[in-house]
Nanobody
């Protein structure tokens, strides 16, 4: 059974940092892309960042580029999202997802990932991040 466990959310002041973790189990970690998504109240879910653990190819949305980093630990089967320079507009429930489809992984490797064109296979529960003073 595929399981994705997101953790690390909390309350942080603007400008602060936070690290989210996504612990994966039930599938071959290096054969799947892992993505972080978020959904703010009243807004649609949006992709934040993705990684292909096999070759460390990554994607970042324009809204977080330069502030967030994504890394993977294949031994522990965990993907980390390090968030810095947090803004109130980063407040949302953050979810991690996994997908092993060739098209997605190929898109990440070639730098052609287009979020609206892809529905991810597996989802974990969310972790709430609140950025407020």
């Amino acid at each position: 059974e595929v399981q994705l466990q997101a953790s690390g959310g909390g309350l942080v002041q603007p400008g602060g940092s936070l690290r989210l973790s996504c612990a994966a189990s039930g599938f071959s970690f290096d054969d799947y892309a892992i993505g972080w998504f978020r959904q703010a109240p009243g807004k649609e879910r949006e992709v934040v960042s993705c990684i292909n653990p096999d070759d460390r190819s990554t994607y970042f949305s324009d809204s977080v580029k330069g502030r967030f980093t994504i890394t993977s630990d294949s031994r522990k089967k965990i993907v980390y999202l390090r968030m810095s320079g947090l803004k109130p507009e980063d407040t949302a429930v953050y979810y991690c997802a996994a997908d092993g489809s060739y098209n997605l992984i190929h898109a990440l490797i070639t730098g052609n990932y287009n979020p609206p064109l892809h529905e991810w296979q597996y989802w974990g529960q969310g972790t709430l991040v609140t950025v407020s003073s």
